[in-house]
């Protein structure tokens, strides 16, 4: 069990441009979530997959950002046309399936938009 | 709209004491609780959970106690250690899906 890894741990870029995280989940986990973080708050649902299949979408998350789990393995995350506000910690998680199961967190990908 | 409610943003406690945080909760379907603990530049690592069909839970030092009519449940950490110093989360699921967090408390536990 390696835990959950998530490319890159740090992001700056400049407001407009497009930016793309990875998440690698622990190998056996079949379901895939994406959380998003600011200062003060606890993380925020952002969309999850079941295998390949992502079954939910916060209303968070608009139609600037794309998340694809093309095999059921790893995950990313994009954000095109990067405002200010998307400055945040981006959480991936996973876990075995639904019901009792914890999630299990990587350390995110900070992302800072200037 | 914050259906996980954690109203207080940090708790000091002494070593070697009991720490009690405290959670709030609005909607009736979570049916599936659990505390998580972070650390700076860390994700949050799950600590304890419990079922709504249970009122408590013990794991060595960490207890979590379930009061489902009050929609309120608490972790217990006792004794509290340096260690514990983290941001803890107190976080909520409906019929297995995503986790509803709080906005945590900060622990600090003096030496």
């Known amino acids: 069990d390696t835990g959950v890894s998530q490319d890159p741990r740090h992001k700056i870029t400049k407001r407009g441009q497009n930016v793309t995280f990875r998440c690698d989940p622990i190998s056996e986990h079949n379901r895939l979530y994406w959380y998003r973080q600011t200062l003060g708050q606890g993380p925020e649902f952002l969309t999850y997959f079941q295998n390949e299949a992502q079954l939910e979408k916060s209303r968070l998350l608009s139609d600037r950002f794309s998340a694809e789990r093309p095999k059921g393995s790893f995950s990313t995350l994009e954000i095109q046309r990067t405002e200010q506000g998307d400055s945040a910690m981006y959480l991936c998680?996973?876990?075995?399936?639904?019901?009792?199961?914890?999630?299990?967190f990587g350390n995110g990908t900070r992302l800072t938009v200037t | 709209d914050q259906q996980v409610k954690q109203n207080s943003p940090s708790l000091s406690v002494q070593e070697g004491r009991i720490s009690i945080l405290n959670c709030d909760y609005t909607?009736?379907?979570?049916?599936?609780f659990l505390w998580y603990k972070k650390y700076p530049a860390e994700g949050p690592t799950f600590l304890i959970s419990i079922s709504s069909i249970k009122d408590k839970n013990e794991d060595g030092r960490f207890t979590v106690f379930l009061n489902k009519s009050a929609k309120h449940l608490s972790l217990h950490i006792v004794p509290s250690q340096p260690g514990d110093s983290a941001v803890y989360f107190c976080a909520a699921s409906a019929d297995g899906n995503k986790l509803v967090f709080g906005a945590g408390t900060i622990l600090r536990v003096k030496s």
């Open positions: 998680a996973s876990s075995t399936r639904g019901g009792d199961s914890p999630l299990h």
């Open positions: 909607n009736s379907m979570f049916d599936y």
